[in-house]
Structure formats: structure tokens, C-alpha cells
């Protein structure tokens, strides 16, 4: 199977949820799976993003999402890949990459 590139997309704000005090702020979350995903498949293109859920980009499925994240009183970040949820609060890099893997990703 041939691996199109993936966007994994990080739903957060800059200060961290209530619920998750003590937990990485959403920001460094982003930062961090940067680096974990692009270490752990070098040379395969993805795209990582990450969306304020107070002040989401004009894009309907980003808007959309942000809102459910504040009306479902997700934990957040919420790590989203192809419009499914792969971590919420603290997420899990063994999760990500099953999902990546399903997109034919291999590990280096």
C-alpha cells in the first residue's frame, strides 16, 4: 500500500484544561509528537497542525471539531488523524502510530 501523506491534527489551547493539571500544555504536545513521529518515520511526508479550539482556522471540519472538543468537554489535546480521534488529554505515542501504520507508514 502505498502511504499518502497524513495530517495529524493536535486540538488544544494555550493554557491546559482544567482536568489536566499537571499534564504537557497542548503546545508542547504538538512539539513533542513532532518530534516522536518525524523520528520515528524518517523520509515519509506528513503534516502535523495545530488548532486553538477558541480561535480555529475557517476551515469547516477544523471549526466544527473545536466545537465539539468544548461542547463534549474533551480532554485536551485532542490528536485527531484522517477525522480519527487517536489521543485525548495525554495522548499515547503507541496509539499514533498504529493509526500512521494503518496509512502504511513504517518505522524506522
Known amino acids: 500500500m502505498g502511504t499518502r501523506e497524513v495530517e495529524i491534527v493536535v486540538y488544544g489551547a494555550d493554557q491546559i484544561c482544567a482536568s489536566c493539571v499537571g499534564q504537557p500544555s497542548s503546545t508542547e504536545t504538538y512539539e513533542w509528537l513532532k518530534a516522536a513521529v518525524g523520528r520515528k518515520y524518517p523520509d515519509q511526508p506528513f503534516t502535523i497542525t495545530f488548532v486553538d479550539i477558541f480561535n480555529p482556522p475557517k476551515e469547516p471540519v477544523k471549526m466544527e471539531f473545536s466545537r465539539r472538543v468544548l461542547e463534549e468537554d474533551m480532554f485536551y489535546p485532542v490528536v485527531v488523524i484522517d477525522e480519527i480521534i ?19 507508514y513504517k518505522s524506522a
Do not use: A, C, D, F
Open 86 to 104: 487517536v489521543g485525548e488529554g495525554s495522548p499515547r505515542l503507541k496509539n499514533i502510530y498504529t493509526e500512521m501504520e494503518k496509512h502504511g
